[in-house]
């Protein structure tokens, strides 16, 4: 999937997350930027920017003939790392989005 999405152009490519967001009930008006963070465990994760500057972590997971696409604000992302990573005890840094 993300092949396919990395072989398009980029406002076709924004095109795709603005209806993949759209879909998914996320609020954003246009993409208007995206950036492919790579592979972790056989899940691509990307971020992608709105227009309206809400900002979403987005996971594709592609398993035999399914495809599963979730998302997470860049709010909501930062908001779960802090708050695992304070459960642990860990004092790393929380993930959070690095598109801007």
């Known amino acids: 999937m993300s092949q396919r999405l990395l072989e398009l152009d980029d406002?076709?490519?924004n095109t795709s997350f603005?209806?993949?967001l759209m879909d998914s009930g996320r609020r954003c008006d246009e993409v208007v930027r995206t950036l492919f963070k790579g592979t972790?465990?056989?899940v691509d994760e990307w971020?992608?920017?709105c227009k309206d500057r809400n900002a979403y972590s987005i996971s594709v997971l592609t398993e035999q003939d399914e495809t599963i696409i979730t998302?997470?604000?860049c709010r909501e992302l930062s908001a779960t790392s802090k708050m695992l990573l304070h459960r642990s005890g860990s004092r790393?840094?929380?993930a959070s989005c690095r598109i801007k």
């Open 11 to 13: 406002d076709e490519r």
């Open 18 to 20: 603005t209806l993949m």
């Open 40 to 42: 972790v465990l056989g």
């Open 47 to 49: 971020e992608a920017l």
């Open 71 to 73: 998302s997470l604000s």
């Open 92 to 94: 790393s840094k929380a």
